[in-house]
Every structure is written in structure tokens, then in C-alpha cells.
């Protein structure tokens, strides 16, 4: 069975655009979440892509017509088509594929249309093709010239994760040579917003400033911070990329997806996953130096997850360093997963785990290593990463140093 590497990296967070400027941040404890106005409504804190590092990290300009949350994956893979050394016509004529999570439809256009057409009756042509899910991978498919299999995972916040265990296994079973996956969404309109409040997923009244608004694994934590963003990565069969001298990041050693159909099976769908995952990945516990959490924030979630590891893990838990990037990137939906195995591929070449931030009173039902504060030097030769999504599919991957 051939190996699959990850061979490039493309991150656009609220935090960093590009490998180097997003690991900094990470390591360094750096927020992105901010306090914004949307379409003239009130101030929002969310985790935004500030324009200005978007439009300096593009190399081409942008169709016009093209959606925030496709705009933000097409630039995620320019970038990670580029770390990885690859350019387009050698994508194009390889073995390729596409591989793209996504949340929702987008919503930023969808919300602008309706408005039009109730005030006129008239609609654009275009806008049935730019808001449909599979957008951004039809989009990339288009530019890239792309002609092998392009498809789109919609299954909430694990859609990312989800895309990229679906283009191991595309590579795993010789049907492709290299494959861009990874996950994007742009969910930041007040409708959205106000739907995440009302499902509880979004808290209430924020009154703290906007880089403490983000608390994991603590007491104080209030629910998750909505954000936007999108990471995609290049996943090679390893020995394609040995032979064209390509730099070989980490490489995947296995994965697991299970299922929840409420919050009280939350805890054995988490648990399940990273089981599969252990086992699949010939891993004994003891052997993975770092878990990459979902924990966005949520008291149940949070909670959940942890009681998860220390079932999964046992007594090694206790050991086992587990943070949540969440607490600095805020949760971009389909982005998460994707951002989550970019950070655990650079906290393996660094040897260095990113924090849990704004960690300042302990929950006592979330009593493992969470990191807090201030990374740390380790050594980091394996990590889990652990993904869930609204509606319950839970996954977990898990990567090695090569």
C-alpha cells in the first residue's frame, strides 16, 4: 500500500494568511477574532479574514462574480499548490483530484439576491451556479483544469477533515497521484449569525474584549465564536513525491469517522473515531505526542471531547497534551479541520505545540493538559486531530512525521 504525504500547505485564517504567517500567530498565542460590522448592522465579534491580507496574497485578480467563500478556498490552494511546488499545468496533465469541504451555501450572496428580488422581481443568472456548495471546487476544477474526481463534503464542521480522508484513500487506492482537499466557509452575515445564536451555538452578549471572546476548555467558556476561512492542503502518493524532490511535510497514517445522533452520543462518537484511528494508524496510545482538539468553546462539546480522550486513551491521557486552535481562530466551520491538520503538520516540523489562549479558570470535568496560555517545545513525531460537526459526523486523522 502506498504512503500519502502532505506536500503543501495553504491556511487563510483570521489569524495568518500563508504557512509562515499563520504558524507565527499560532505558536506565538495570537487571536484573530475581532469586533466588526456587518451590512451596517451591529458590532459582532467574529473571527474575520481581514480584505487587506486576502487581496496582497492573491496573484491574480479575482472574478467578480465569485463568492467570498470560494474566493477565500481559491486562494488557500494557489497557496498550497505553490509550498508544495507544483504548478498548474503539472496538476492539470498528473493524475489529480478536488476535494472540498463546505458548510453552507453562500449565504452572502444568497441574502443580497433575495433582497433584490423582493424589492424588483428580478434575479441574476449566475447566481443559481456561484451559491450551490460545490462552487468552490467547480470553481478550482475550471481554473486548475482539473479532469479527475472534483467533489464536495458537506457535513458541517468535519466537512474539511472529512474531504481529506476522502482524498487519502483516493490516493491509497491509485486513483489519483495528488489530490487538493481541505475546506472553506464564509458564513459571516447577520442571518447566519442569528441563526448559530438561536441554536446556542453563538453566545448571546459578549462583553469581553474580542481576543478573550474564544475559551476552551475553560469555566468561563460561553459557546463557540463564529469565523471564516478556509485551509486546503497537497496529498501525494509518497513515492511520486520522493522522486520529483518534493518536501515532505508529514505523512497520513490513519483516520476514523463515526457518528453521533445526539449531544449525549457525542462523547462515544469521539471516542469511536480516534479508536478507529489508533488502531488503523498502528498506533498504541502511548505513541501520539499531541492532540489537535475540536473543543470549540461549547460547554457540551468540550466536555465531551475530553471524557472521549480519557476513554480512548485511558490513563495515557493524563499525559497527552490537548489543545484547541479554536481559541485563537475562532470555528470557520468546514475551514476548522482542514487549518487543524495545516497546525499539527507545523507543530510536527517545529517540534512545538500551539496553546489553548484565554485558559484562565479550570473546568474541573476538563482536568487533561490543555496547553494553556503559552506553547510549548515537545517532541511532536504524531498527532491526532479530531473534527465534529451539527448533525453528528465526527472524524479524527491522524499524522506522522516522515
Not at 478573550?212 to 476561512?229: H, N, V, W
Request: hydrophobic share 40%.
Amino acid at each position: 500500500m502506498p504512503e500519502v504525504a502532505i506536500t503543501g500547505l495553504g491556511p487563510v485564517a483570521p489569524n495568518g494568511v500563508g504557512r509562515c504567517a499563520y504558524w507565527e500567530a499560532l505558536a506565538n498565542g495570537k487571536s484573530g477574532i475581532r469586533r466588526i460590522s456587518i451590512n451596517g448592522h451591529s458590532d459582532y465579534i467574529v473571527g474575520q479574514v481581514p480584505d487587506q491580507w486576502v487581496k496582497s496574497a492573491e496573484t491574480t485578480t479575482p472574478d467578480p462574480h465569485i463568492s467570498r467563500c470560494a474566493r477565500l478556498i481559491l486562494l488557500a490552494a494557489t497557496m498550497a499548490l505553490n509550498d508544495a511546488g507544483i504548478g498548474r499545468e503539472e496538476f492539470s496533465t498528473s493524475r489529480s483530484g478536488i476535494k472540498i469541504g463546505v458548510s453552507t451555501i453562500d449565504m452572502e450572496a444568497g441574502e443580497v439576491e433575495y433582497e433584490s428580488f423582493k424589492n424588483s422581481g428580478t434575479i441574476r443568472s449566475s447566481v443559481l451556479a456561484a451559491t450551490i456548495p460545490h462552487a468552490a471546487a467547480s470553481q478550482m476544477a475550471r481554473e486548475l483544469q482539473c479532469y479527475g474526481e472534483v467533489l464536495t463534503f458537506s457535513v458541517a464542521c468535519s466537512s474539511g477533515l472529512v474531504s481529506i480522508i476522502s482524498a487519502a484513500e483516493s490516493i491509497l487506492a491509485g486513483e489519483a497521484d495528488v489530490v487538493l482537499a481541505g475546506g472553506g466557509d464564509a458564513p459571516l452575515t447577520p442571518f447566519l449569525i442569528s441563526c448559530f445564536r438561536a441554536a446556542g451555538l453563538y453566545p448571546d452578549n459578549l462583553s469581553c474584549e474580542p481576543s478573550d471572546a474564544c475559551r476552551p476548555f475553560d469555566a468561563r467558556r460561553e459557546g463557540g465564536i463564529l469565523s471564516e476561512g478556509a485551509g486546503v492542503v497537497v496529498l501525494e502518493n509518497v513515492e511520486r513525491a520522493r522522486r520529483r524532490g518534493a518536501r515532505i511535510y508529514a505523512t497520513i497514517s490513519g483516520w476514523g469517522i463515526a457518528n453521533a445522533t445526539s449531544s449525549l452520543s457525542l462523547r462515544t462518537s469521539f471516542a469511536s473515531a480516534m479508536a478507529s484511528t489508533l488502531h488503523n494508524a498502528s498506533l498504541q496510545p502511548c505513541g501520539v505526542d499531541y492532540i489537535c482538539a475540536h473543543a470549540p468553546g461549547d460547554r457540551i462539546v468540550d466536555r465531551s471531547e475530553i471524557r472521549a480522550i480519557k476513554e480512548a486513551f485511558g490513563d495515557f491521557a493524563y499525559n497527552l497534551p490537548v489543545s484547541s486552535i479554536k481559541s485563537m481562530i475562532g470555528n470557520p466551520l468546514a475551514a476548522a479541520g482542514a487549518l487543524q491538520v495545516i497546525a499539527a503538520v507545523q507543530a510536527i516540523q517545529a517540534k512545538f505545540i500551539p496553546p489553548t489562549i484565554n485558559y484562565r479558570e479550570p473546568d474541573p470535568q476538563c482536568d487533561l493538559d490543555c496547553v494553556p496560555n503559552k506553547g510549548r517545545v515537545a517532541r511532536v513525531d504524531s498527532v491526532l486531530i479530531n473534527s465534529a460537526g451539527i448533525g453528528g459526523c465526527t472524524a479524527s486523522l491522524a499524522i506522522s512525521r516522515p
